[in-house]
């Protein structure tokens, strides 16, 4: 199949501002995204959750924006817009008809330039509750809802950026000043720092234009910190265990893997290897756990790529009433083990591409992920060119490379697994060892 190369213009203002420009006149709308270099593995021990303080706090107003304006003047000209944080970046971006394309510089570029004119004492406050709030909600009074924190903290030793997870901790946001925030700013909301995605129905020179007048007088930041060297071993070197007590309706076991970095070719075969698994009704993990043997509701597996020495492969399945944690972990893992001695079949690497194929090109068709996936590959790899060779690389992946780096990864001495346990038992504890029994009217379609 032959598919068109995306094409684009990759340019650098005199204060170190990347910007990437893609026409597509398809449709009269327009993605800006832009890309800060910082996320959470740039935080300092004693000031987590900066990066994600941050991106809240960057709604609050900025010289010429009055507070929550920004949302407002977008969503008013038609355009929807948010912002996230990740370990290794934090990004902004709007999607508006292509008329408006010159407000969402506007508004980026003041924000850039003038934040810290509107930063007050009662906008962080305000915004360090809405982010306390945030954790609670998303991770400390959800079902399962540290998975995420524990297993990081389990994968990555404690010296590594990695070790703490994005959202930061109560004590360190509570302890938070003003000045703590208006440095770590200054540090790294520069345009050195930052790339900037601009993707659509656009005139190339009227984009130009508008990035000079907005951005090109915000000045850079020649002293922006290196981190260092981040390589890790490859494996854990011990399987690690931890059983959570928790609020939850039946017992989860998460199985975490330490993985090759983000940009690795083997990275590529190891999302190839938890389609074959884990990827839809036909995988083998839902084949064999939940359809044949119904001793689990629900699995998953994929990977979480970063960038700084080690991704993560997660993996969980959720156990079924009257069933034993055990059973379901065994075969869970004897599956994981027998990806990396017995080699997928031509029709499931055929399969696990189409998934992939399926899903880059849906993707690829909208022009908020084309400029998202510009800007993440200038910012991560200084190689935006990788968003037409993203694809190649997955369709080239042999089954003998999904086996080599499953054998290498899904590793006893690799191994985390937390066992998540209602702290109310479950009532049947006498059958914990026998799986429901299948009765005709219970078929599960395929």
């Known amino acids: 199949m032959s598919i068109p190369a995306i094409r684009f213009t990759d340019e650098h203002l005199s204060n170190g501002l990347r910007v990437i420009i893609a026409e597509d006149h398809l449709a009269p709308v327009v993605a800006v995204n832009i890309w800060y270099g910082v996320g ?17 706090v960057m709604f609050q107003g900025s010289a010429h924006v009055g507070k929550a304006e920004h949302i407002a003047l977008v969503q008013a000209a038609g355009g ?35 934040l810290l004119e509107a930063l007050s004492q009662e906008n962080l406050d305000n915004q360090r509750e809405v982010v306390k709030n ?19 903290a389990h994968l990555f030793p404690p010296e590594h950026p990695y070790h703490h997870p994005t959202i930061g901790s109560m004590e360190d946001l509570d302890a938070a000043s003003l000045d703590d925030v208006k440095e770590f700013f200054r540090t790294w909301y520069a345009p050195n720092n930052a790339v900037l995605a601009v993707v659509g129905d656009v005139e190339p020179g009227n984009v130009r234009r508008w990035v000079r007048r907005y951005f090109g007088r915000i000045p850079s930041n020649p002293a922006i910190p ?18 959570v007590p928790d609020r939850v309706p039946l017992p989860r076991i998460y199985f975490g893997f330490r993985a090759p970095q983000f940009g690795d070719e083997r990275l590529d075969a190891l999302e190839l290897a938890a389609q074959i698994l884990a990827g839809g009704k036909g995988s083998r993990l839902h084949k064999r756990l939940v359809r044949e043997e119904r001793i689990a509701q629900d699995v998953a597996l994929f990977s979480l790529g970063f960038v700084g020495g080690a991704s993560m ?18 075969a869970f893992i004897e599956e994981l083990e027998r990806m990396g001695i017995d080699p997928a079949t031509d029709d499931e690497l055929l399969r696990a591409q189409a998934l992939i194929e399926t899903d880059e090109l849906s993707a690829l068709q909208r022009v908020e992920e084309r ?17 037409n060779r993203m694809l190649a ?8 490379r999904i086996a080599d780096v499953a054998g290498s990864v899904f590793r006893r001495d690799n191994r985390v697994v937390l066992t998540y346990v209602p702290l109310v038992p479950q009532a049947d504890d006498a059958a914990l060892d026998e799986a429901p029994p299948v009765t005709a009217d219970e078929e599960v379609a395929a």
Request: one cysteine or more.
């Open 371 to 387: 400029s998202d996936r510009l800007a993440m590959y200038a910012t991560l790899f200084d190689d935006p060119d990788l968003i």
């Open 313 to 330: 492969c997660v993996g969980w399945a959720t156990v079924r009433p009257a069933v034993s944690v055990e059973r379901v972990e065994e």
């Open 134 to 152: 945030e954790k609670r909600w998303s991770y400390d009074n959800r079902p399962y809802g540290t998975w995420s924190e524990k297993l990081q």
């Open 226 to 243: 290196g981190l260092g060297d981040l390589s890790l071993p490859p494996t854990l070197g011990e399987e690690r265990r931890e059983t």
């Open 40 to 56: 959470s593995k740039h935080e300092v021990p004693g000031k987590t959750g900066f990066a994600h303080l941050f991106e809240h």
């Open 80 to 114: 929807t817009m948010n912002g996230t944080t990740w370990l290794d970046r934090t990004n902004y971006f709007e999607t508006l008809p292509s008329h408006q394309l010159e407000l969402a510089l506007w508004l980026e570029a003041d924000r850039m330039g003038t």
């Open 393 to 400: 690389r997955y369709l080239s992946v042999t089954a003998e």
